[in-house]
Every structure is written in C-alpha cells, then in structure tokens.
Nanobody, 120 residues
Framework: QLHVVESGGGFVQTGASLSLTCTATGDLDELLATAWHRQRPGHPRELIARLTSGGLGTYEGSAGSRAAISANDARNTVHLYMHSLQPEDTAVYYC??????????????WGQGTQVTVST
C-alpha cells in the first residue's frame, strides 16, 4: 500500500509561478510512472504532466505547456512547477502514482489533492 500526500497549494496572484510537491511513502519497486492532474470547478479531472520511472516526461494541454515535472532518484518525491498562472488555473491539483499490479494491471494511488487558487 502506498500513501501519497501533496503539498504547496494556496493562493497565488495572476502571472505568478507555482511549485507543488508530492511525497509517497511505501514500496515503490513496481512504480511505472508518477503524474500530476488537476480538477477545475465544473470540469473533469485532467492530466497535466507524467513522468515515467525511466525519466520520460510528457505534458498535456495548456497547463502542461507551462509545466515541468521532476522527481528525486528514489522517485518518492515528485515536483510540479508551473509558470504564468491565470485564474482559470484555479483547481485542486492531484498527484498520482501508477504502480504495476500483476502481469498486466495498473493500480493508481492518489493523494487527497491540494487547492490552488489564482487571484485576479
């Protein structure tokens, strides 16, 4: 079992940058990837950035184009950096650890989310 916790959210001004941290506690031997998602009010959860255990990073959407994902060597700490925040970036930001489950399965371990509010 993996325990995942996000931190670093809060209130930021338009145009500012954001730095979030995700910490995982538990066995990471079956880690496939870590990812950051967000859920804006009235919208489905969306992927921002994903980092494979091999170090390949991919980004999606307008948030992804302003983001950078990184992790320490142990992969138990993952960071998300975003710049040029706008009010539409207001959302709950979630960290996701993708773990291999058996021969073909994948388990997702989510944190509780951290609220980011961008003020005008």
């Amino acid at each position: 079992q993996l325990h995942v916790v996000e931190s670093g959210g809060g209130f930021v001004q338009t145009g500012a940058s954001l730095s979030l941290t995700c910490t995982a506690t538990g066995d990471l031997d079956e880690l496939l990837a870590t990812a950051w998602h967000r859920q804006r009010p009235g919208h489905p959860r969306e992927l921002i950035a994903r980092l494979t255990s091999g170090g390949l990073g991919t980004y999606e959407g307008s948030a992804g184009s302003r983001a950078a994902i990184s992790a320490n060597d142990a992969r138990n700490t993952v960071h998300l950096y975003m710049h040029s925040l706008q009010p539409e970036d207001t959302a709950v930001y979630y960290c996701d650890y993708e773990m291999r489950a058996g021969a073909v399965g994948i388990d997702h371990y989510w944190g509780q989310g951290t609220q980011v509010t961008v003020s005008t």
